[in-house]
Each structure stands twice: as structure tokens, then as C-alpha cells.
């Protein structure tokens, strides 16, 4: 298995344009993170889904960002409109259950200027 | 609410001498506990994790952890550290009832020194 797959690994774009962060769970994980690691606060959790259903969005800091899963093999994570303060790197994790565990993909670094 | 502390931001170590990160929880019960270990510009990996039974767990890489219920720690050891081990490392926890996602604490920074 490839394992989790992400794209763009990098990413640059100017404030106030819309982002698209995409990611390929590992093939037969029922459970899909994603996750925001800056400096200041860690690693986050933003939202996760469960059979491309999304179970806990407490974690989204604002209505910029939205996420879906339309099928089981993919998802996305968009900021509309992007602010300096969203740079970060974001993972995709997915997993066969939510509380044990999580594998990773490489994550997207993106850096709004 | 639950959390995860990892009191040690960066640590250095000597390569070839032992090295101990600690981490402590706050949950209500008795939670399944992970590390995890990233290499610049890489995901996670997994290391290694708790469920039940022995209380010292074996992982990859020639690591261990012992989990200690009455400090509510979890603690990675390596009797004798490689400068490849110089990497970023987490230490997760995961509520024991299904539908809870993994909660990370903010991670250790391993240098090893020659």
C-alpha cells in the first residue's frame, strides 16, 4: 500500500485566495483526520469523518475552512479566503478505527504570504 | 478535558547514551496510549502503543515505553541513542470508547550530539 497520500506537499499563495488541500486515505480505513501542526500550538485536530461522514468538526477555527469526503478515497480541506495566520503544515491521517492507530500522510506545508 | 504534556520541548543527548521522554495524560479513565516520532519534512510514524496487559511495551527502532497508571505517565526510553534518532516525537492518547480521535501533545525535539 502506497499509504496516505497527499498533494500539494508544498504550497504558497497570496492572502486572501482559496486554498484546496487534497488527501488519499489508505484503501479499507474507515476513519479520516485532519490535522494543523504550527509551532505555537502543536498538532490540532481539525475535523475527522467516519465512512466519508463527518463526525467531529470542533476542531475547524473558522468558517473559512470547510472539509469533505465525497467518497472513501478522498478527501479535501479548503480555506476560503486564506490569512498569513493559516500557514502551517496540514496532515492527512487515516485509520481502521478513531481512537487507536492514525497513519499519516506526509503532509502539505502551506504558507500564505 | 483531556490532555496530553510533554514537559520537554528540546532534549540533547550524547549519541550512544540513554535517553528517557516524558509524558503525562490527563483523562478520565485509563486511555490507549501511543508515541509517534517525525523526521523533518515527514508525517508520523508510529513507534509504538498501549492497550492493556504489560505495562512496558516494546517498539520499533529499539525503543520502549512504561506506562505508569498511579503518575498517569507514559514514558519513551532508548538505552542507547543513534544520531539517526534525532527527529521530533508525540506522545498521543485515545479514549477508550469508540468515535474519539487521537489528542497529541506538542512533541519533544531530540538533538544528538557526537
Known amino acids: 500500500d502506497a499509504g496516505v497520500i497527499q498533494s500539494p506537499r508544498h504550497e504558497v499563495t497570496e492572502m486572501g485566495q482559496e486554498v484546496t488541500l487534497r488527501c488519499k486515505p489508505i484503501s479499507g480505513h474507515d476513519y479520516l483526520f485532519w490535522y494543523r501542526q504550527t509551532m505555537m500550538r502543536g498538532l490540532e485536530l481539525l475535523i475527522y469523518?467516519?465512512?466519508?461522514?463527518?463526525?467531529?468538526d470542533s476542531g475547524m477555527p473558522e468558517d473559512r475552512f470547510s472539509a469533505k469526503m465525497p467518497n472513501a478515497s478522498f478527501s479535501t480541506l479548503k480555506i476560503q479566503p486564506s490569512e498569513p495566520r493559516d500557514s502551517a503544515v496540514y496532515f492527512c491521517?487515516?485509520?481502521?478505527?478513531?481512537?487507536?492507530?492514525?497513519?499519516f500522510g506526509q503532509g502539505t506545508r502551506l504558507t500564505v504570504v | 478535558a483531556q490532555s496530553v504534556t510533554q514537559p520537554d520541548i528540546h532534549i540533547t543527548v550524547s549519541e550512544g547514551a540513554s535517553l528517557e521522554l516524558r509524558c503525562n495524560y490527563s483523562?478520565?479513565?485509563?486511555?490507549?496510549l501511543f508515541w509517534y516520532v517525525q523526521s523533518p519534512g515527514q508525517g508520523l510514524q508510529l513507534l509504538l502503543k498501549?492497550?492493556?496487559?504489560?505495562?512496558l511495551v516494546q517498539g520499533i527502532k529499539g525503543f520502549e515505553a512504561e506506562f505508569k497508571r498511579s503518575q498517569s505517565s507514559f514514558n519513551l526510553r532508548k538505552p542507547s541513542v543513534h544520531w539517526s534518532d534525532a527527529a521530533e516525537y508525540f506522545c498521543a492518547v485515545g479514549a477508550r470508547q469508540a468515535g474519539t480521535a487521537l489528542i497529541f501533545g506538542k512533541g519533544t525535539t531530540l538533538s544528538v550530539s557526537s
Open positions: 483523562y478520565g479513565a485509563t486511555p490507549y
Open positions: 498501549y492497550f492493556s496487559g504489560d505495562t
Open positions: 469523518f467516519n465512512n466519508n461522514v463527518p463526525i467531529d
Open positions: 491521517a487515516s485509520g481502521s478505527t478513531a481512537n487507536t492507530e492514525a497513519f
